[in-house]
């Protein structure tokens, strides 16, 4: 049995209005208000019926709202002008709508469509926090509830192992030598010491900054030592944070490394295309002079704030949001190409 609160709402209101209002000419309507304040749901029927009879819509929302205020399901029910009556719903109700819902799931056909729910995605360069958690629980109990309504689904998880946080912790790990791993420290716990103690020490060593630059540099090209060294630091990283999930059940059909994005050229074929659009231009001027960019053509700018997007940096860099759109493209399958796939070995996951 499929339970749909709105459904059961609207017959409430529907039964209401005929006995308020008589025979009814118009299909009742409730929604989902744009605002909180305005309660769970809300309905316009006494606009539509006051258009209909040339009456005053807020003394017809007063009267519908009168009447169903003896229903069980609100705890309260209010008028707003010019004509709404909005609801806020009684947590019992709630709860068991919730039971009525989970005893009809297994009644769910098989559906044919396979969705993908991409969730978690923390930075691979030092453990995880409490927020991160939150979003990995959000995901999950989505994926969990679309499987067993019958879809097909495939949770992916985006490892950014070539962003600046991740050269943050490489560049600390080599150049604080002073800051040890202790005995039975987890790895990521490790890490975000080195994070922590590298982000201060660039304000003391101004000329790190420019060796993250060279790093971030040497990462587009995937072949190289520096790649390779930072992707295997991303690795370990990602095994305890994965390690983390798995405490609490949470798990994952496909890792999606960023360093293969541009190993297999998923960029380099996203960038072809985006230069077909008329938006995405190479400035000659101005804050983003050399860089690649998507306009915007709805938000002005000023000498201090661009409304444009940059996807490749004047050093040839591209950004988060540049391989971001490629791995998207390859979702749709408008690449023309695909990963190579392994096996992923971690013993508290169960894929």
């Known amino acids: 049995m499929v339970f749909d609160i709105i459904e059961i709402v609207t017959t409430h209101v529907a039964k209401a209005g005929s006995r308020v209002f008589g025979s009814l000419k118009a299909p009742v309507r409730v929604e989902v208000p744009t605002a909180k304040e305005h309660g769970d749901l809300s309905t316009n029927l006494a606009l539509i019926v006051a258009k209909q009879r040339n009456e005053n819509p807020m003394q017809l929302a007063e009267k519908l709202a009168a009447e169903l205020r003896n229903e069980m399901a609100f705890e309260k029910v209010v008028v707003a002008a010019p004509g709404f009556v909005n609801f806020f719903l009684k947590p019992a109700f709630l709860l068991s709508s919730l039971k009525k819902l989970v005893s009809g799931l297994d009644s769910f056909p098989k559906q044919k ?203 040839g860099t591209v950004t988060y949001t540049g391989k971001d759109i490629a791995y998207h493209l390859w979702k749709y399958d408008l690449l023309g190409a695909d990963f190579l796939y392994a096996p992923w070995s971690n013993a508290q996951q169960e894929k």
């Open 113 to 315: 469509q396979k969705i993908v729910i991409e969730h978690t995605n923390v930075n691979p360069n030092k453990a995880m926090h409490i927020g991160h958690l939150r979003n990995a629980v959000l995901g999950d109990v989505i994926n969990r509830v679309l499987r067993r309504a019958g879809f097909t689904t495939e949770v992916q998880y985006y490892v950014d192992d070539t962003g600046v946080q991740v050269v943050d912790t490489f560049l600390g790990l080599k150049e604080l030598k002073d800051v040890k791993r202790q005995d039975g420290e987890k790895y990521d716990h490790f890490c975000w010491r080195v994070y922590t103690e590298i982000n201060e020490t660039y304000e003391e060593q101004p000329k790190l900054l420019q060796k993250r630059a060279l790093i971030l540099q040497e990462l587009e090209e995937p072949a190289s030592a520096t790649a390779k060294s930072v992707h295997a630091m991303a690795v370990d990283v990602l095994r305890d944070h994965l390690w983390t999930m798995g405490q609490f059940s949470i798990d994952y059909d496909l890792l999606v490394w960023e360093s293969h994005i541009v190993a297999m050229h998923f960029w380099g074929k996203a960038f072809e295309l985006l230069k077909k659009s008329k938006d995405f231009i190479k400035e000659t001027k101005g804050k983003n002079a050399g860089c690649w960019v998507i306009k915007n053509p709805t938000e002005q700018g000023d000498a201090d704030h661009s409304p444009d997007k940059v996807i490749v940096k004047s050093d």
